[in-house]
C-alpha cells in the first residue's frame, strides 16, 4: 500500500504484521484450495490468533475493537494472499460485529467468544432465491408461537454455509417490505436446519457456498437479535461495514496482481529488450496504480465517516465499493494481459485472481444497487 505514510503507525503495524501473515499462510496454498476447492478452517484460527476474527468487537468480549479503517487496512493487506480467504473473513466478522452491537449481554456472552477465536465461524443470511437486490422482499418467514419463533424459508448464495456455527438470518415476523422484518442468529444443529450442495463457482473456490434450508426451525424467543422489526436496519448497518471489507479485499487482490505483473514485465525480454522499458507498458502500470490509489483514498474516506457517525455513510460506503470493486477487477484483469499467455495458466495464479474479483461487484449489494444508494443520497428520493 503506497499510501501507508498516511497511516498511523498501529495502522502500519497492522498492514505489516497482516501482510506478512498473508505470504506465509495464505499465498504459498492458494492456488491449491481454489482447485481442491478446500476451505481452510486452520488457518483461518490462525487469523483470529492475530485479533482478525472479531476486528470490530468489543474488547471486553474477545474482539479487537479496532475501527473500521484500521480494518480496511487489514483485509486489503490479508487479501494480497488469496481474497477468496479475506472475503470470507470479512463476512464472519460481519457477523461478529452485527452481534456484539445489537445483541444482548447474554447474546454476546454465548456466541461472541467462540465467534472471535474463529472455533466457530459466522455467516449472514440475507439473500433468498427470489430476494436478491430486492432484498426488503425477502419470504423466509418466522412465526410466533408462544415463548418460540418458528422459521421456514430458503436462503442462497451462504458464505461459509455448512462450516459455520452461527447464523444471523433475517425473516419476515411482519408486513411486506423492510418494517416486517427481523434478524435471528440461528445455530447449525438447531433442528430443522439443513444445508443444500456446495455451489461450483467461477471463484471463490476456498469458501463453501450453499442454501441454508430452514424447515419449521423452532427457535426460543431469546434468539430474535435487536427489537422485532429492527431485522432491515441491521442487516443495512451491517452491510455497510461488508462493503467497506469486500472494497478492500478487492484492492489486495488487485495490488498483488499489479506487483506481479511488474515483476514479470522486469523478468520478460520481447524483441531484444525487457518488457518494462517499453514505455507503453510503463503506462499501463502507471494507471493501474493511480486507480488502486484513487480507490483506496475513497474507501479509506468511506471507512472513516462511517467510523465518526458521519450521515453520508452509507453513500460513501456504496461509492467505496462500487469503485474499488470495479477497479480492482479491472486492474487484475490487466495484470492478466500483461503476462500474456502465462496470466491464463492457473500455476501463476493470476486467473484465479480475476475468478475471485469479479463477484464482489456482485455481492454485498450489486453495483447497480450501490449506484441506486448514491443516488438516492443526491436526489432525496425514498
Same mark, same amino acid.
Given at each position: 500500500?503506497?499510501?501507508?505514510?498516511?497511516?498511523?503507525?498501529?495502522?502500519?503495524?497492522?498492514?505489516?504484521?497482516?501482510?506478512?501473515?498473508? =505470504?506465509?499462510?495464505?499465498?504459498?496454498?492458494?492456488?491449491?484450495?481454489?482447485?481442491?476447492?478446500?476451505?481452510?478452517?486452520?488457518?483461518?484460527?490462525?487469523?483470529?490468533?492475530?485479533?482478525?476474527?472479531?476486528?470490530?468487537?468489543?474488547?471486553?468480549?474477545?474482539?479487537? $475493537?479496532?475501527?473500521?479503517?484500521?480494518?480496511?487496512?487489514?483485509? $486489503?493487506?490479508?487479501?494480497?494472499?488469496?481474497?477468496?480467504?479475506?472475503?470470507?473473513?470479512?463476512?464472519?466478522?460481519?457477523?461478529?460485529?452485527?452481534?456484539?452491537?445489537?445483541?444482548?449481554?447474554?447474546?454476546?456472552?454465548?456466541?461472541?467468544?467462540?465467534?472471535?477465536?474463529?472455533?466457530?465461524?459466522?455467516?449472514?443470511?440475507?439473500?433468498?432465491?427470489?430476494?436478491?437486490?430486492?432484498?426488503?422482499?425477502?419470504?423466509?418467514?418466522?412465526?410466533?408461537?408462544?415463548?418460540?419463533?418458528?422459521?421456514?424459508?430458503? @436462503?442462497?448464495?451462504?458464505?461459509?454455509?455448512?462450516?459455520?456455527?452461527?447464523?444471523?438470518?433475517?425473516?419476515?415476523?411482519?408486513?411486506?417490505?423492510?418494517?416486517?422484518?427481523?434478524?435471528?442468529?440461528?445455530?447449525?444443529?438447531?433442528?430443522?436446519?439443513?444445508?443444500?450442495?456446495?455451489?461450483?463457482?467461477?471463484?471463490?473456490?476456498?469458501?463453501?457456498?450453499?442454501?441454508?434450508?430452514?424447515?419449521?426451525?423452532?427457535?426460543?424467543?431469546?434468539?430474535?437479535?435487536?427489537?422485532?422489526? $429492527?431485522?432491515?436496519?441491521?442487516?443495512?448497518?451491517?452491510?455497510?461495514?461488508?462493503?467497506?471489507?469486500?472494497?478492500?479485499?478487492?484492492?489486495?487482490?488487485?495490488?498483488?496482481?499489479?506487483? !506481479?505483473?511488474?515483476?514479470?514485465?522486469?523478468?520478460?525480454?520481447?524483441?531484444?529488450?525487457?518488457?518494462?522499458?517499453?514505455?507503453?507498458?510503463?503506462?499501463?502500470?502507471?494507471?493501474?496504480?493511480? $486507480?488502486?490509489?484513487?480507490?483506496?483514498?475513497?474507501?479509506?474516506?468511506?471507512?472513516?465517516?462511517?467510523? !465518526?457517525?458521519?450521515? !453520508?455513510?452509507?453513500?460513501?460506503?456504496?461509492?467505496? @465499493?462500487?469503485?474499488?470493486?470495479?477497479?480492482?477487477?479491472?486492474?487484475?484483469?490487466?495484470?492478466?494481459?500483461?503476462?500474456?499467455?502465462?496470466?491464463?495458466?492457473?500455476?501463476?495464479?493470476? =486467473?484465479?485472481?480475476?475468478?475471485?474479483?469479479?463477484?464482489?461487484?456482485?455481492?454485498?449489494?450489486?453495483?447497480?444497487?450501490?449506484?441506486?444508494?448514491?443516488?438516492?443520497?443526491?436526489?432525496?428520493?425514498?
Amino acid at each position: 500500500m503506497s499510501a501507508m505514510h498516511d497511516l498511523t503507525e498501529d495502522q502500519r503495524a497492522i498492514a505489516r504484521t497482516t501482510r506478512a501473515f498473508a =505470504e506465509e499462510y495464505l499465498a504459498p496454498h492458494a492456488v491449491e484450495w481454489d482447485q481442491a476447492k478446500h476451505f481452510p478452517v486452520d488457518v483461518l484460527r490462525k487469523a483470529a490468533d492475530l485479533g482478525l476474527a472479531g476486528v470490530y468487537v468489543r474488547e471486553g468480549a474477545g474482539g479487537s $475493537e479496532l475501527s473500521r479503517l484500521d480494518g480496511v487496512v487489514a483485509f $486489503e493487506a490479508l487479501a494480497t494472499g488469496c481474497p477468496s480467504i479475506a472475503a470470507y473473513l470479512s463476512i464472519h466478522n460481519m457477523v461478529a460485529w452485527m452481534l456484539d452491537r445489537y445483541g444482548t449481554q447474554a447474546q454476546r456472552a454465548r456466541w461472541l467468544s467462540a465467534l472471535c477465536t474463529a472455533e466457530h465461524l459466522g455467516s449472514y443470511c440475507l439473500t433468498e432465491p427470489g430476494a436478491g437486490s430486492d432484498a426488503a422482499a425477502i419470504a423466509t418467514r418466522a412465526v410466533r408461537d408462544g415463548d418460540h419463533w418458528v422459521l421456514d424459508g430458503v @436462503k442462497q448464495f451462504i458464505s461459509g454455509a455448512g462450516a459455520s456455527q452461527v447464523y444471523v438470518v433475517l425473516a419476515r415476523t411482519g408486513a411486506p417490505g423492510p418494517d416486517g422484518i427481523s434478524a435471528f442468529v440461528v445455530e447449525r444443529d438447531d433442528p430443522g436446519v439443513a444445508f443444500g450442495p456446495d455451489e461450483k463457482k467461477m471463484g471463490w473456490n476456498a469458501q463453501p457456498t450453499r442454501q441454508v434450508l430452514l424447515d419449521g426451525v423452532r427457535l426460543p424467543a431469546d434468539r430474535l437479535l435487536g427489537a422485532e422489526g $429492527e431485522g432491515f436496519r441491521i442487516a443495512m448497518n451491517g452491510l455497510n461495514g461488508g462493503r467497506l471489507g469486500i472494497a478492500a479485499c478487492s484492492l489486495g487482490g488487485a495490488q498483488h496482481a499489479l506487483e !506481479r505483473a511488474t515483476r514479470h514485465l522486469a523478468d520478460r525480454e520481447a524483441f531484444g529488450a525487457r518488457l518494462l522499458h517499453a514505455q507503453a507498458l510503463q503506462f499501463r502500470l502507471a494507471d493501474m496504480a493511480t $486507480e488502486l490509489e484513487a480507490a483506496r483514498a475513497l474507501l479509506w474516506r468511506a471507512a472513516a465517516a462511517l467510523d !465518526r457517525g458521519d450521515p !453520508r455513510a452509507p453513500q460513501l460506503c456504496a461509492m467505496a @465499493k462500487r469503485y474499488a470493486t470495479d477497479t480492482g477487477f479491472e486492474v487484475a484483469n490487466q495484470a492478466l494481459q500483461l503476462h500474456g499467455g502465462y496470466g491464463y495458466l492457473a500455476e501463476y495464479g493470476i =486467473e484465479k485472481i480475476v475468478r475471485d474479483l469479479r463477484v464482489h461487484q456482485i455481492l454485498e449489494g450489486t453495483n447497480e444497487i450501490m449506484r441506486v444508494i448514491v443516488a438516492r443520497g443526491l436526489t432525496g428520493a425514498a
